[in-house]
């Protein structure tokens, strides 16, 4: 082989890789960051968020980059543990924007720490989708550089809860009340709704979050026999409420734990006990208007081995979502991407998705239900993938 | 009344007392012989509830031959821990005149490594399983059969122990190291070897402890705080360095907690456990069971 033959093969295979590459060169990447409660108390919950994250960037990078206004670059990561502090989180977003100077930011884990990043948000007044944070107090945010794709606002919530009970028939419900803030803000709407749809509140406890027996309180909740027990939970407490509710032999046909049963670890723990459980959330694989849900969900079991939190993981792909498509149109400039995420309908794996302020006009509030292992949404009936069904025995 | 005098609220208080007494009887040990403050004791109940998951769930054993291996993978890291971290502490005389400090925020760095170790090991997610999850009926009252099984380990554990105290040369030393640690060295106890012993046996009934835990609730690396502070009001109810006091105070506070939300209502369960706790240190700082000294 002559040597400008080899010169000619060596241009030719550098060629290759460089267009097999795409246009991603690592130093053209496009900085993505975002604070991962890694530890402390959000710890356990907020790592279906970051793999949603993470699922994201892997996708957008194995398709040939991010499109930033038609040119394709690799998406890169950048993240730090807050430790669950909302006072760290506003720091890390900080260092986000001037020291790391990324290009684009996704958003926290939970409410406090959405809370915490705002004012940052506005000081340099960068653009970002939120995720799982929901209180009504959202809503007293200044529009414009923060938005919400939640659906679950506690009002909404309490009125759904509501409307799905009268829809029942059902006439006398019991509150168990866990003492975190979006459990004891649900429970403040929800009381009034309830005495407004003259549905009799038969017992209301709360109790901390770290209790470890129940057995008492499920005990006077049996004794008032309600026709639905209304759990506003979160994950740990859930678990400890199936176990001896279904010792206890609580029967009432509507049983619902607002955060926990879309954990992968629930319906691992109950099987078939699970189904009937009601819960909190406005997405699902299973509705087939949305034809982005079941590929998610499908990618998330297949590099996470599990399923993904039917709430978190679901809102943290959609803000990704949300950011991509707007980039894709305007590219990263602040001022075009929040122009065009304040007035663009977004195509989501919870369908289509458009912000009036800082709040999801289009997405309505759900709730869901276990069914034969799988999470069905079955309020409101015109988004239901499937009918309710009153909760059955408890298999010994 | 008789909604309170039920066979279902005291198998709960029970089982829940039982499990206290396990984690506090590790945890009152090492601060009594050694007055070091471990609050990393959650994380390794926390690890042991690891082993039984991972056992269950990655080689299908049961739990009960998790009893084991969960009791000796904790007492090998005790066993690590005492020469690695508290031993240089201990030899040094400078040290030594704030060991109960020192051991706080040794023990305090201990536990973060602990949960993040455990975090990159196996993610935060919260991690359950299934084991013995039939109904038992006793006297008119229905169980899952877990946490009968939760109470009958824990207790025979819990009384092993106090037999081994009471009984052995081992524990016997450990009692006198216990009672007199200058006094114990006179008479040729050798304090170093006994220390070493004490700290797996502590770790090894947390670890043990985390295995029935992890039968009753989700396992997650950030899990442990909670028990290292129920461990610490059992032992202030108990008294500093009794063992049988720690007994005795897991069984109250188990207690305190399952009727003092019947008689009340779950709002006020921190209320009343916290109250417990501060009125104890107010009035009894010796604990329930130990003589005043003067």
Known sequence: MKINQVVMLAVGAFSLLAAAAGSGRADDAVKVGFSASKTGLFASASVTQSNAYELWAEQVNADGGLSVAGVKRPVQLVSYDDQSNPSMAAEIYEKLITSDKVDLLLSPFGTPNHFAVVPILERYKFPMVGSSAASVRLRELKPGNIWFPTSAFPDRMAVAIVQLLQAQNYKTAAILTVQLPFALELKKFLIPALDQAGIKVVASTDYPADIKDMTATLTTIKQAAPDAVIGLTFPADSLLYMQEAREIGITAPFQMLSVGPTYSFFQKRFGANANGIVMMGHWSPHQTAWPKAKPFFDAYVAKFHERPEYFDSALAYMSAEITTQAVARVGLDHDKLRQDISTQTFDTINGPVRFEGVENITTPTMLMQLQDGEAQIVWPKPVASAPFKPKGAWAD | ?294
């Open chain 2, 1 to 294: 009344m008789n909604s309170i005098l039920t066979v279902q609220l005291l198998v709960a208080a029970l089982v829940l007392g039982a499990l206290y007494s396990l984690i506090a009887l590790g945890l009152n040990l090492i601060y009594g012989t050694m007055r070091l403050l471990n609050v990393a004791h959650g994380e390794v109940v926390m690890l042991g509830g690891y082993i039984a998951y991972g056992m269950s769930t990655q080689l299908g054993l049961n739990t009960a031959y998790a009893l084991i291996p969960s009791m000796f993978v904790s007492a090998l890291l005790g066993f690590a821990t005492y020469e690695v971290v508290c031993r240089p502490l201990l030899k040094k005389e400078q040290l030594l005149a704030r060991v109960e400090a020192n051991s706080l925020i040794i023990f305090f760095g201990v536990s973060i490594a602990l949960q993040n170790i455990a975090a990159l090991a196996f993610t935060a997610s919260p991690k359950s399983y299934r084991y013995l999850d039939q109904i038992v009926t006793i006297g008119g009252a229905s169980f899952a059969a877990y946490r009968l099984f939760a109470l009958g380990v824990a207790g025979a554990a819990c009384i092993g122990c106090m037999l081994f105290f009471r009984f052995s040369r081992t524990g016997l030393a450990i009692r006198a190291l216990l009672q007199q640690r200058t006094a114990s060295a006179l008479v040729g106890i050798e304090a170093d070897r006994i220390n070493r012993v004490v700290f797996a046996l502590g770790f090894a009934m947390a670890g043990l402890a985390g295995c029935l835990v992890s039968l009753t609730e989700p396992i997650s690396p950030f899990g442990g705080f909670s028990f290292t502070i129920s461990a610490f009001v059992v032992i202030i109810l108990g008294g500093l360095g009794n063992l049988l006091g720690s007994l005795l105070g897991g069984l109250i506070l188990g207690a305190i907690e399952v009727y003092g939300v019947a008689l009340t209502s779950s709002n006020w369960h921190s209320i009343i456990v916290y109250s417990v706790f501060v009125v104890m240190l107010l009035w009894r700082p010796q604990g329930l069971f130990t003589r005043r000294t003067t």
